[in-house]
């Protein structure tokens, strides 16, 4: 293989994983507002039931 190939590898390879961590990352951040959402939702709840007793 000649140093052209090889650096075309390694930037293709260098893409993959920073977009694979983008969408990770992405992944990540969509499920932390899901559960702060259920969270709020729950607290909500309470504060209802609180305020019934």
Do not use: F, H, P
């Not at 293709?12 to 990352?25: E, G, N, P, Q, R």
């Not at 992405?26 to 507002?33: A, C, P, Q, R």
């Amino acid at each position: 293989m000649s140093v052209n190939n090889i650096l075309l590898v390694i930037g293709s390879l260098v893409v993959a994983s920073i977009t694979w961590l983008l969408i990770t990352v992405s992944e990540l951040s969509g499920d932390v507002k899901v559960i702060k959402y259920q969270v709020n939702q729950n607290s909500e709840d309470l504060k209802i039931l609180t305020a019934k007793e």
